[in-house]
């Protein structure tokens, strides 16, 4: 059964550092891109950046190039989400989510993480 | 870039009746569309690929349709179980792009 497993809920203070992750299970992690995607508090999606695991190549939005650091360790199939810096804006929960390795039908994500809540406040 | 408008943003349906979720794209997305379902609390589920195909697992009752720019999502009888809030999604040039989400909400 493919699984995703995040790390639990965090609470930091503005212009702290936070790691968050992402443990696979159930599937070879290497060939599989895992993206993460942010959900700021009621309201939608967004596509935040990817990591294939098996070369580390990276891609990143737009609007979160230079604000995130993706990364992955494919010893211990796991995939992180890292801030320098974290903002009060910061604040929402994060997914992270496989993309299927082949498929004639897209891009899209077959398999999400639980969620991690993180929250910024001084 | 592509916008994809989903409506309507909320839509106020009873369990038994057909609902019918729009998506549209400001420019073609072929038939590369998918549609996700968020209960609260939850993460997001995939229910569709490829515009038309059902995730492992979804029921039959789900289907979409469509192709260039305008997709539809439809459950056929609803369940209670499926009052969530519904996302279309595409990827163009690397930019994996999802639209603002409709409510199904229990009227």
Redesign the interface.
Known sequence: EVQLVQSGADVKKPGESLKISCAASGYNFTPYWI?W?RQMPGK????MG?IYPGDSDT?Y??SFQGQVSISADKSINTAYLQWSSLKASDTAIY?C?RHPRV?????????????TLVTVSS | EIVLTQSPATLSLSPGERATLSCRASQSVSSYLAWYQQKPGQAPRLLIYGASNRATGIPARFSGSGSGTDFTLTISSLEPEDFAVYYCQHRSDWLYIFGQGTKLEIK
């Open positions: 993206a995607v939608g999606l967004e596509w990817m891609r939005s737009p997914y989510a498929s004639d039908g897209g891009h899209y994500f077959d398999y999400w993480g639980q969620g």
